[in-house]
């Protein structure tokens, strides 16, 4: 059997190092390969997009499954604030321990495990098959769950190490439709921005037109191209990669032989796309 553990979580630096102890320990006796995303901190938009386009559209691309393989993801991104344990980000009526965590069995085989925090699981909730509410009965207090209950319900229902005190309710979560909007999801060391839309796409132009977009106070007027290298240098355009979410292609803002981030200021993931009239 062989057991994969895809790491998604706004905990990044010296936490991957706990993050792969704890893995290996959860894991035990069981060997397991581990692969490390870290994301932009409390920004589940990040942490979602990740799991679902860089995660799984890459386990998809290589086929199914096989019947040794064993894939998990934890798609975890909390919230919260330390100054007032997170109820401005969360709401007055959330558990002071935070958001439900769940294991979501999809319909590729793989499993993910993860908080119901805004759009953690977003972008996946077309491929739920079964979903299970995770309960830790160990009587722990702590703030930071992904590694210590987390990773050990992921090693439990992928049949790696059982773990007593992590049960398994059936339930499934509620995932709140989000904001519409256009924005952006990542970025590359090229400078190209990684854009996705909620709710609706109809502003892509048609292939060869151009639009005016603007993200914070920064516009370009952008043309609408076949490949990532279809246009001119130094000309931004707009265009779809191999990446893709849902089995739809992701589309990047590029611009040859320079930086998109840098053409429109260096944005945070979570910025808007505002389509100029």
């Not at 062989?2 to 905990?11: A, G």
């Not at 590729?108 to 993860?114: D, F």
């Not at 007027?221 to 130094?234: C, E, L, M, P, S």
């Amino acid at each position: 059997m062989k057991f994969r553990l895809v790491i998604v979580t706004d905990c990044g630096g010296s936490d991957r190092g706990r993050y792969e102890i704890a893995a290996q320990r959860c894991f035990a006796p069981q060997d397991v390969d581990i692969t490390f995303f870290a994301t932009r901190s409390m920004n589940t938009l990040h942490a979602g997009f990740t799991t679902a386009a860089h995660g799984l559209s890459t386990i998809d691309h290589l086929g199914p499954l096989k019947e040794e393989e064993r894939f998990g993801i934890l798609s975890n991104a909390a919230p919260r604030l330390s100054t007032n344990d997170g109820r401005q980000l969360r709401g007055q009526a959330r558990d002071k321990e935070g958001e439900e965590i769940y294991a979501l069995l999809l319909n590729n085989g793989v499993w993910v495990v993860g908080p119901n925090a805004s759009l953690n699981f977003y972008f996946l909730r077309k491929r739920i098959v079964e979903a299970y509410l995770v309960i830790d009965r160990s009587g722990m207090s702590t703030p930071f769950r992904s590694m210590e209950v987390m990773v050990p319900a992921l090693a439990k229902v992928l049949g790696a190490s059982d773990h007593e005190n992590i049960d398994l309710v059936p339930q499934w979560p509620s995932i709140p439709d989000p904001i519409p909007g256009t924005f952006v999801a990542d970025w590359d060391d090229h400078g190209n921005l990684y854009i996705v839309s909620i709710g609706s796409s109809d502003w892509l132009p048609g292939l060869g037109e151009g639009i005016a977009i603007r993200i914070g106070d920064r516009v370009a007027r952008v043309r609408h191209v076949d490949g990532i290298f279809a246009g001119q240098t130094g000309e931004p355009t707009i265009t779809k990669g191999s990446l893709k979410l849902n089995g739809q292609h992701v589309h990047y803002l590029v611009v040859v032989g320079s930086s998109a981030k840098k053409l429109f200021g260096n944005p945070d993931v979570g910025a808007e796309l505002i389509i100029e009239s």
